[in-house]
């Protein structure tokens, strides 16, 4: 199959499965299919590298590898430490997150409630920070548990966590966090951290999706979500994903080779993007505090356009960006977030989030920089939400499309001719 070159921003919604991955996980679907769980040789030799994933994935955390529990996703990771919480206290019913959250808690936040629980969603800052005052005050003797977000997955927004977590041990309350979005960018602790839950999705760090964690710390109460086999140490039933699992492993121990490059060449790039972006296309606004942010990630409302639009026409130049969570896409509604934000849902429409990783160059953002002021400005000059109208540009998007496949053919060809 023959790939279209293309120019991925959207980093965070998923990530290419690294080459070493895939090489990890070869063996595993075509020689060393057992099942972990059996006793024979064919089967219980798979159970090593899975216990040898196991070592790499709490290695990426500070963590004990008993302290791992492999699942199908950060959903699933998510899911499972509030369930737990509130299993094991049967007489609390009131759970603490934020308004800010992955559809991941804010969807099971709102089943909850159908079910008789009590959940409170806590607002955020104009510049999606947390009111960690306001977080301790709505502490209650029935909470079960606290989950907050380490980084948020549409404007990048780091949380306090180890405040928060000392917060919650101080009241003793459990603590989950959604870790998703930080392997690669932050340097992640779980002593340090000090929670008692933490949740890591494989395929926002160069492994397949299908396939997360949640760390459990040691001695912490525990009732399954899935309910099965003795698989997890009786945590976790289903048959393992072995496959999954050992590419978790492998990209677990690239990612942390791959931090520093994240903290500084790809946020060179972020900050190349969002800097020109900001001062070379009018009405344009970072949403999300400047610092205490992922190295990766920009989110930009662009005033009077859809950011909708937008992204149809950067597609056509093979550009790939979103508007918010890929969870959320096709909805209507403006970002959860964003709104959350105080951004007005027209406002919040307009917005794109770019979100780089270790597989962006300079030449990716030259594309998208040399294209992007021209598409806003014709946006904006067809636009009903903009209200000064200027002068019809002459860039020519139909052309610029047509050039870039022209291009595509000529660079694929070049390559075929290379290889033949
Ligand atoms: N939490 C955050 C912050 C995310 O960004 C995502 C995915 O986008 C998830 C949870 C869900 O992870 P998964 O896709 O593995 O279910």
Redesign the pocket.
């Known amino acids: 199959m023959t790939q279209r070159k293309f120019y991925y921003f959207d980093n965070?919604?998923t990530t290419r499965i690294a080459p070493e991955v895939v090489d990890a996980m070869i063996p595993f679907l075509k020689d060393l299919w057992g099942n972990p769980s059996s006793a024979y040789f064919f089967g219980s030799q798979v159970g090593k590298h899975v216990e040898d994933a196991r070592k790499k994935v709490a290695a990426l955390i500070n963590a004990d590898p008993k302290e791992i529990v492999f699942t199908s996703?950060?959903?699933?990771s998510?899911n499972s430490a509030i369930h737990s919480a509130l299993a094991t206290n049967p007489g609390k019913r009131h759970v603490i997150t934020t308004a800010v959250e992955?559809s991941?808690n804010i969807n099971f936040g709102e089943y909850l409630r159908k079910m008789g629980f009590e959940v409170t969603f806590l607002p955020v800052e104009p510049d999606g920070s947390l009111d960690v005052h306001l977080l301790e005050k709505s502490i209650r003797p029935d909470t079960a548990i606290v989950s907050v977000?380490y980084a948020?997955?549409e404007t990048g927004v780091i949380f306090p966590i180890e405040e928060i977590a000392a917060i919650c041990r101080s009241k003793g309350v459990l603590f989950h966090t959604?870790a998703?979005?930080t392997p690669g960018k932050l340097k992640l602790d779980v002593k340090n951290l000090g929670c008692d839950f933490l949740?890591l999705?494989a395929?926002?760090l160069h492994a397949p999706?299908g396939i997360?964690c949640l760390y459990v710390k040691r001695r912490t109460k525990y009732q399954p979500y899935v309910i099965g086999g003795h698989q997890e140490r009786g945590k976790r039933g289903g048959t393992e994903n072995v496959a999954n699992i050992v590419a978790f492993g492998r990209a677990a121990e690239l990612v942390m080779e791959k931090l520093n490059e994240e903290n500084t060449r790809v946020r060179a790039l972020r900050d190349r993007l969002e800097n020109t972006i900001l001062a070379t296309i009018p009405n344009t606004i970072r949403n999300g505090a400047k610092e205490s942010r992922l190295p990766n990630t920009t989110n930009i409302a662009f005033e009077f356009v859809e950011a909708e639009a937008i992204l149809l026409l950067l597609d056509g130049l093979g550009i790939c960006a979103s508007s918010g969570?890929?969870?959320t896409t096709g909805s209507l509604d403006p970002s959860h977030v964003l709104t959350a934000m105080g951004l007005s849902p027209m406002r919040a429409r307009g917005c794109v989030r770019f979100s780089l990783g270790i597989y962006n160059t300079d030449e990716d953002i030259d594309h998208l920089l040399k294209h992007l002021p021209p598409i806003i400005k014709r946006l904006r000059d067809i636009s009903p939400l903009n209200p000064s109208h200027p002068d019809n540009d002459k860039y020519d998007i139909e052309a610029a499309r047509e050039k870039h496949e022209q291009d595509l053919a000529e660079a694929m060809s070049d390559k075929d001719e290379k290889a033949a």
Do not use: L, R, W
């Open positions: 965070n919604a996703c950060g959903t699933e998510n992955h991941a977000m948020n997955n959604d998703v979005q949740s999705s395929h926002k999706k997360g969570s890929a969870c």
